[in-house]
């Protein structure tokens, strides 16, 4: 049985009428979601990313809420919902028993963040550095258990509780083995899409280079 506390945190920030982001799509939606995808890839480029940093660390959150805040914006400007809902995937592994463990331990988090009313920017922020800070507190929660315990109305052409994504992934060190061997991470590209538009950003020497992962039976290229 899911943990009571875990849930009934969940059970606050979803309650309700979950929102569907209506992004501008190019084609009617298919009555099953599919998963056919592609991608599109921007350098932000090392000055950007240096001042985004800088502003982070003034207003005292972490890049990735900086970020988040910064997406949702872009997503409430067009769409024109302040109800908005992000997921995020977490790695999973905060107890030390786990760390010695080979597997996926990986959970998905909706982060639902309310925009509506004149908020500046580092309102936006903040808000949002609660948010991210009250649902890593509560992530256990595995998030297939909070779907059939919520069991909000389904639909089959939409992931459940969240159209989009956002993923920040921090550097990723070369690693030496013995014998020579040498191991860094590669991004692989299945010509999938596990959400209608997925963010991924990677901190890089260069600075963030930002990947649309998107739904091709949705968008074309050219708006992505």
Known sequence: EADKPLLDYWRRQLSGPLPVLALPIDRPRPPVQTYAGATESIEVGRPLTEALQSFSQREGVTPFMLLLAGFQALLFRYTGQDDIVVGTPVAGRL???VEGLIGCFANLLPLRNNLAGELSFR??????R???LEAYSHQD?????LVEALQPARD??????FQVALQLLQPAPEI???GGLRARREYVFTETAKFDL??????TEAGFRAT????????DAGTV
């Open 212 to 219: 649309f992962e998107y739904n091709t039976d949705l968008f």
């Open 130 to 132: 609660d948010l991210a």
């Open 198 to 203: 997925f963010l991924i950003l990677e901190e």
């Open 141 to 145: 929660l595995p998030f297939e258990q």
């Open 176 to 178: 030496d083995f013995a």
């Open 156 to 161: 089959l052409s939409r992931h459940p509780l």
């Open 95 to 97: 107890r030390r028993e």
């Open 123 to 128: 309102t936006l922020v903040q808000r949002v």
